[in-house]
């Protein structure tokens, strides 16, 4: 029965249409679509943490390719309080980042791509304002990594799309 079943499963798997985001490793469409992408200067801290978290994921060799892509990144960074206590002092955050992102094709200028992504994270306010500061700055660090992953993710499901198939 298990025999059967794992002759059944690579088959049935062929058949819903799943392929791979991948295919052709490094020289695939998707692969060498995202090595072509620049990303323009973001402002602030989080634009900093961003743009360098979206440049890991899209060129992990580091170095970008010709840019056939240009990614604009717009970013909305918020840190406001939730957990009150009776004393007026707050315990809890949450930050939030949220990002609008256009992907521009360099050569005729048109936006080939208008999306957002986003992510949040609560934080504990302790009695130390230094832990404080440091949870509130590795929040947006890890923010900014989850968000880039998004975009990424979504950019590379649009270069799939749009590639020839074979």
């Known amino acids: 029965m298990r025999r059967a079943f794992a002759i059944v499963l690579p ?17 695939g469409a998707v692969a060498q679509g995202l090595a072509g992408i620049s990303v323009s200067p973001i402002e602030g801290r989080a634009g900093w943490l961003m ?3 979206l440049n890991d994921r899209l060129h992990p060799a580091g170095t ?4 056939r892509y240009r990614l604009d990144v717009r970013l909305d960074d918020k840190l406001e309080g939730l957990g009150i206590l009776s004393d007026d002092t707050v315990s809890r955050e949450r930050r939030t980042l949220r990002a609008r992102y256009q992907l521009v094709d360099t050569t005729s200028g048109a936006i080939v791509m208008d999306a957002t992504a986003g992510s949040d994270a609560g934080i504990d ?11 509130e700055q590795t929040a947006l660090e890890n923010l900014s990594k ?10 590379a499901l649009q270069l799939r799309e749009a590639a020839p198939a074979r």
Do not use: F
């Not at 819903?16 to 991948?22: A, E, F, K, N, S």
């Open 11 to 27: 088959l049935a798997l062929a058949a819903c249409g799943l392929q791979p985001m991948y295919a052709g490793g490094g020289s």
């Open 64 to 67: 970008p390719g010709a840019a």
């Open 51 to 53: 743009r360098n978290a």
């Open 125 to 135: 306010v302790v009695s130390s304002e230094y832990a404080t500061i440091a949870a």
């Open 146 to 155: 989850q968000v880039a992953d998004r975009i990424v993710s979504r950019i």
